[in-house]
């Protein structure tokens, strides 16, 4: 178990302040533990986040005083920690600025192991999880603390994994991960704190900055952009990543650049401010009113800005509609042609399909030799409701549906004999937001505003089946092409200015988007999938389901799962694009037969 505190984000910019490591044996037990401050020789960074100041840290080793201790807990075992690719590329990059080399050979994300267990939770924080697997966490971003709650964390998920029948994505660390660690300055990332203040207006020149103000901020900060808008919303001003006509102030060091914000500032007339000024008017900010007092409009469906500010929170919100509405099926056994045929029933009927089993399976589509499946048996074993291929004719209300489904202790009629009994169905909490189901070529708006500027996409296909798949992006102006080789992010060369691949286990790969680090010329993402191996298809590979959520550690909000493919070999998953001022996903589904070199040269990539 390994956690450190840092002073910023970037691997290759910041520094370790703090480093805690637990070894554990065999038997889960804590074998050594090892906590120690970390002098860094430079600023600390944000205190507000991990409290350790220059006093704190005077007089504490260097790293490369502690690196002989750590290597030696570190060898010959595997490194687990919670986003274990931030963890890795700092250490890795503290081992190197010493002369050494991080001798981890396999690492354990908890956060990605998470995702694949997908338990009933809100998000995928520590502390969430800790709360979730009943482990008591007492100091939030202290290391040692954290790796106390990271050992309990694990067995949680570990005993899920086993009723499950998950493996663990343990993954050997990828080459070029100490060097990304996030290339781009870290934004917000989740749900908003929603502003308590009604919009006030514009900033006027020589003016005071008001309570409820719309801010934006663009370019490069001297602080950290994170920490730069959580002091703006200390203040009670709500911080947006897009800039519309009612924004009240861009924040930027770059008043002259043409960077689309700017551009768009000057259009609307929106009031430009450096970084240093702004924060010097932060100092004398006037009240503001709290919406819904009296003589407010914004909110109401009466307003412009209330009807953005509820298409947003709807966004957020959206249910699927259909009988089957709230239900994740995992669809078992049958030809390909009937798991896609099948897939595509469900998701009409409201429904969102699984390609592997996880705590968020609902209910098991069993078609013919579906007992065939090791999965069939854990699904049996927890107690979910399997349903015979008639289930899906026995009518559209959602009774008549329930009527047809097999119940706990009861075996299916066509059930091979020998099969496990059903256990009682075992009751879960609903996650905080129900994620919208998405059908080939539907569009949602994504809710930038509410849930910020970086989303991740990620892609997941059936587990164990030993084939190679490469997640890949390319970065496309108005007119659907690449403006040159920079703007394709694939397995050699997983990023681009605001996006960036990672691979999270054998069979999941994600993409983060930054929307306000794209190029200027960047309208659209399109994000596909490719084979890496001859003779593959993916009728072979079978479904890939793809999810959104507004940063790394946040509840999926929207998911596809994508099951049309039979000789193709390159399948277009979806596009995020830009549509006036909204960013939209489009979940696309798209097959070729052909590879990856010529989808590349498709979208204007010279391949050698």
């Not at 991990?50 to 080793?61: D, N, Y």
């Not at 496990?420 to 708006?445: F, N």
């Not at 690449?482 to 996006?499: I, L, M």
Request: proline content about 5%; charged content about 20%.
């Amino acid at each position: 178990m390994v956690d450190v505190e840092t002073s910023g984000l970037r691997a290759a910019e910041h520094r370790v302040l703090s480093v805690a490591a637990l070894t554990l044996g065999d038997d889960g037990r804590v074998e050594h533990e090892f906590h120690t401050l970390v002098n860094p020789g430079c600023d600390p960074g944000p205190v507000e986040i991990h409290g350790l100041t220059r006093e704190k840290l005077h007089g504490a080793p260097t790293f490369e005083a502690i690196r002989p201790r750590l290597a030696e807990l570190l060898t010959g075992r595997v490194m687990v920690a919670h986003n274990a690719s931030f963890d890795y590329g700092f250490l890795s990059e503290e081992f190197t600025r010493a002369g050494a080399t991080l001798p981890v050979e396999r690492q354990l994300c908890t956060l990605a192991f998470a995702r694949r267990l997908a338990p009933p939770t809100a998000n995928f924080k520590l502390g969430t999880l800790a709360a979730h697997y009943g482990v008591r966490q007492t100091r939030a971003h202290d290391a040692l603390d954290d790796t106390r709650v990271l050992a309990g964390v694990l067995h949680g998920l570990m005993s899920d994994a086993r009723r499950f029948g998950v493996s663990p994505p343990l993954m050997p660390p990828q080459l070029d991960q100490r060097r990304s660690s996030q290339r781009w300055p870290k934004t917000r990332t989740g749900p908003k704190a929603l502003c308590p203040f009604a919009y006030p207006g514009r900033f006027q020149e020589h003016g005071r900055l008001v309570q409820g103000m719309k801010i934006a901020i663009t370019g490069e900060t001297r602080m950290e952009r994170s920490a730069l808008a959580a002091r703006a919303e200390a203040a009670g001003l709500d911080v947006t990543t897009s800039l519309s006509r009612r924004t009240s102030v861009l924040v930027t060091n770059e008043s002259r650049s043409e960077s689309r914000k700017v551009r768009d500032a000057v259009e609307f007339g929106t009031a430009l401010l450096t970084e240093s000024a702004f924060l010097a008017l932060l100092t004398d900010i006037a009240p503001g009113t709290a919406k819904g007092a009296t003589g407010t409009t914004e909110g109401t469906s009466g307003s412009a800005e209330g009807a953005s500010a509820g298409t947003a929170k709807s966004a957020a919100r959206q249910r699927s509609s259909g009988p089957l509405s709230g239900r994740r099926f995992l669809v078992l056994g049958g030809t390909h042609a009937q798991r896609a045929a099948a897939t595509a029933d469900l998701t009409a009927r409201g429904a969102s399909v699984a390609v592997n089993l996880s705590a968020s399976v609902t209910d098991v589509l069993a078609l013919s030799d579906a007992a065939s499946d090791r999965r069939y048996g854990r699904a049996v074993g927890v107690g979910l409701p399997i349903h015979g291929p008639e289930w899906l004719t026995a009518g559209e209300s959602t009774a008549a549906q329930q009527e047809s489904a097999v119940h706990p202790n009861q075996p299916r009629p066509d059930a091979e004999p020998g099969l496990p009994a059903r256990s009682e169905p075992i009751a879960s909490e609903p996650p905080a937001v129900e994620a919208l189901s998405l059908a080939r070529g539907q569009v949602m708006d994504l809710p930038v505003d509410e849930c910020g500027g970086e989303w991740t996409l990620r892609a997941s296909w059936k587990q164990n089946g030993g084939w190679e798949v490469d997640l890949v992006a390319f970065l496309l102006t108005d007119d659907e092409m690449v403006t040159g080789d920079a703007d394709f992010v694939f397995y050699n060369q997983r990023s681009a200015p605001g996006a960036e691949l990672a691979v999270e286990g054998p069979s999941e790969q994600s993409l983060t988007i930054s929307l306000d680090h794209l190029p200027e010329h960047c309208r659209r993402i399109a994000i596909a999938a490719a084979i890496d191996g001859a003779g593959i298809t993916f009728g072979d590979v079978g479904a890939i389901e793809i999810e959104a959520a507004p940063g790394g550690d946040q509840a999926v909000i929207a998911r596809a799962t994508l099951d049309a493919a039979t000789e193709e070999r390159t399948l277009l998953l979806a596009e995020v694009y830009q549509r006036g001022e909204t960013w939209r996903l489009r979940a696309v589904g798209q097959g070729y037969a052909t590879d990856l070199a010529a989808l590349a040269t498709r979208y204007g990539i010279t391949v050698a």
